[in-house]
C-alpha cells in the first residue's frame, strides 16, 4: 500500500519500535539494578549479600526479562495476525463487491478509470488515494489531522468529496457502475441530436415505464441537457460540438439494489478524422456498448438521387465524411491501442443508427415502413430485428457500400441496425434503439 | 561416630540455608526483573500522538 495522510494501526506500525524499546529499557534496568548492588558490596559489613543480590539480578533477572520479551513478541505477532486477517477479510469483502457490482472509477474529464478515486478528509482535504481497509485501518482509519475517515462502501465512504487521481477533477460518481457508450460518426451526421433525443426517451418514458429513477449526476449536465432539449424541441439548431474530448453526459439509472452511472460521450465529428484524435479517447478500453451513427446523405449516390430537393432543406445538412474513414479510424483506434487484434471480433453491443430518416421518402426505404413490409412479404424473415438488418443491408449494397456492411456484420459479433429521426419527444425510432443497447448491456434492463 | 553425624548435620544446614538463600535471591531477581520489565512497558508502549 502506497504511503497515506494518516496514522497506521497500532499493530501494523508503532507497536514494533514500542516493543523494541520496551525490551532495550527493561534490560538496561535490570543490568544497572545489578551493578549497584555490586558497586554497594564495596565496603558492607557483609559484602557477600550484596553480591549474591547482584549474581541473583543478573541470572534470575535475565531469565525472566527473556520470558517476558518473548511473550511480548508472541502476542504482539498473534494480535498482528488477528488484525491482519480482520483486514484482508474488509479488504476482501470490499474490493469483491466492487467486482461483483462491476463498480470502478471512469473520470468524465480524463476518461481515466481507477479503483477508486482519490477520497479527500472533510477536515483538513488531505488526499486519501487508497481508501480502503489496511494497516491504516481495517473499518475506518484516522487521518493526520486526526479525522476519521471510512474506508468501505458500506459506513460511508462513497459519500466524502472525491478527485480523480490523473485529473484532479472532481468525481461524483459515488461508487456506481459506470455504464460507457461513445457515439461514433464523422461530423453532421446526427450524434448531438441523437444523444439529446437519446437522453430525453430514457428520462421521460424508458425510466418511467420500467420503475427506474432517473436523476443527473450534476448541475451541469443537467442545465446542459435542459438547454439543448429545449432548443431541439423549438426546432431550433443545436450549437456545433467543438470538442474533441467531450465531458461525458453523466445521469443515474436506480432502481431497487441495481444503480449504474451512464457516460455518453458526445465528441466532435472531426475526431474521427484520424486515429491521432482518438488516443486521448480512453474510454475504448471499457465502454459497455457502441452508437455508430450513419447519415444517409453522406453516402455519395444517396446525396446524388436527392441533390435537388436538399439544396432546398436546409435542416438536414448532409454529413460530407465518408463513412468508410469513419470506421477505419476507429476499428484502427481500437486495433493499437486496445490491443484488439485485427482477427478478432467485439462481442460488446453495437448500434448501427441511420439518421434524419424523417427526411424524403427514407421512412419506406430503410426506415420501420420498409422492415415491416419486408417482415411480411418475406417467407425468410422471421423478426423485425431481422427485418430492420434486411433493409439496412439492402441499402448499403444499393449505394455500393456492401463491403462496408460486411466489414461490421463480421467485425461487431453483437450488432443491430436501425433508423431513427431525433428531434427530442417527436423522435422517431430512438426508443427501439435504447431499448436494444440497454438490453444488451444489462439485463436488468431487459423488457419486463 | 557422632562427629560424622555432626559433619553431615552441618553439611545439611549449609545446604539448607544455602538453598533458602537461593530461593529468596531468585524471587528477589524475578521479581525486580519483572518489575522493571512492566516499567519499561509503560514507559514505551502508547497509542501514537496526534
Ligand atoms: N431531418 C433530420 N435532420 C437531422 C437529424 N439529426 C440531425 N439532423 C441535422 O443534422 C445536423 C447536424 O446534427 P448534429 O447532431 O449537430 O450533428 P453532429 O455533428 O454529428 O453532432 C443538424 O443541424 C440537423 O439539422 C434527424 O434526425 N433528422
Ligand atoms: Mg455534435
Ligand atoms: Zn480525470
Ligand atoms: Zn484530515
Not at chain 1, 366 to 380: D, P, R, S, V
Not at chain 2, 1 to 21: C, E, K, N, R
Request: aromatic share 16%.
Amino acid at each position: 500500500m502506497k504511503t497515506q495522510p494518516a496514522i497506521k494501526n497500532y499493530f501494523f506500525g508503532k507497536a514494533y519500535g514500542d516493543l523494541k524499546n520496551t525490551i532495550s529499557e527493561s534490560f538496561t534496568r535490570n543490568t544497572d539494578n545489578a551493578k549497584d548492588f555490586f558497586d554497594k558490596a564495596d565496603g558492607a559489613t557483609l559484602p557477600s549479600f550484596y553480591w549474591g543480590l547482584s549474581i541473583a539480578t543478573y541470572v534470575f533477572g535475565t531469565a525472566v526479562f527473556l520470558f517476558c520479551s518473548a511473550f511480548h513478541i508472541v502476542f504482539l505477532s498473534l494480535v498482528t495476525i488477528i488484525i491482519y486477517l480482520c483486514f484482508s477479510f474488509i479488504w476482501l469483502l470490499d474490493a469483491g463487491y466492487r467486482k461483483y457490482q462491476k463498480i470502478f472509477t471512469a473520470c468524465p474529464h480524463c476518461y481515466t478509470k481507477s479503483i477508486l478515486p482519490v477520497y479527500h478528509c472533510p477536515k483538513c482535504n488531505a488526499k486519501h488515494d487508497q481508501l480502503w481497509a489496511g494497516p491504516y485501518g481495517i473499518l475506518q482509519r484516522t487521518c493526520k489531522c486526526g479525522e476519521k475517515l471510512p474506508t468501505t462502501f458500506f459506513n460511508g465512504r462513497k459519500k466524502l468529496t472525491a478527485s480523480c487521481p490523473k485529473c484532479d477533477k472532481s468525481i461524483e460518481s459515488l461508487e456506481t457502475r459506470p455504464i460507457a457508450i461513445p457515439i461514433i460518426g464523422a461530423p453532421s451526421v446526427g450524434k448531438t441530436f441523437f444523444v439529446f433525443s437519446l437522453v430525453w426517451y430514457i428520462k421521460e418514458q424508458f425510466a418511467r415505464t420500467k420503475g427506474f429513477v432517473f436523476k443527473f449526476m450534476n448541475s451541469y449536465n443537467e442545465n446542459n441537457y435542459n438547454s439543448e432539449i429545449s432548443i431541439l424541441h423549438r426546432g431550433q439548431y443545436l450549437r456545433k460540438t467543438v470538442e474533441n474530448n467531450p465531458i461525458a453526459l453523466n445521469f443515474f439509472l436506480t432502481k431497487n439494489k441495481s444503480k449504474s452511472l451512464f457516460f455518453f460521450y458526445d465528441s466532435a465529428g472531426e475526431a474521427f478524422s484520424s486515429t491521432q484524435n482518438l488516443v486521448q479517447h480512453k474510454f475504448y478500453d471499457y465502454f459497455n456498448g457502441l452508437i455508430f451513427i450513419i447519415d444517409p446523405f453522406s453516402i455519395p449516390s444517396v446525396y446524388a438521387k436527392y441533390q435537388s430537393n436538399l439544396s432546398g432543406n436546409t435542416s438536414i445538412k448532409p454529413s460530407i465524411t465518408p463513412l468508410e474513414d469513419v470506421y477505419d479510424a476507429l476499428i484502427i483506434n481500437l486495433e493499437k491501442n486496445y490491443k484488439i487484434k485485427t482477427t478478432e471480433r467485439i462481442s460488446k453491443p453495437v448500434a448501427i443508427v441511420f439518421s434524419k430518416v424523417d427526411a424524403f421518402d427514407l421512412q419506406n426505404i430503410i426506415g420501420e415502413n420498409a422492415a415491416q413490409k419486408i417482415l411480411k412479404t418475406e417467407e425468410t424473415v422471421k423478426t423485425i430485428e431481422e427485418a430492420r438488418r434486411e433493409v439496412c443491408k439492402a441499402f448499403l449494397k444499393n449505394n455500393e457500400l456492401e463491403a462496408l456492411y460486411r466489414k461490421i456484420e463480421w467485425k461487431f459479433g453483437n450488432s443491430q441496425f436501425f433508423a431513427v429521426n431525433s428531434s427530442g419527444k417527436d423522435s422517431i425510432g430512438i426508443d427501439k434503439v435504447a431499448n436494444w443497447l440497454l438490453g444488451e448491456i444489462d439485463k436488468s434492463y431487459k423488457n419486463i | 561416630m557422632p562427629q560424622l553425624i555432626g559433619y553431615i548435620l552441618l553439611i545439611a544446614a549449609y545446604i539448607f540455608v544455602a538453598g533458602v538463600a537461593m530461593s529468596i535471591g531468585a524471587v528477589f531477581g524475578c521479581c525486580i526483573a519483572l518489575y522493571n520489565y512492566c516499567c519499561a512497558f509503560f514507559n514505551n508502549v502508547k497509542p501514537e500522538k496526534i
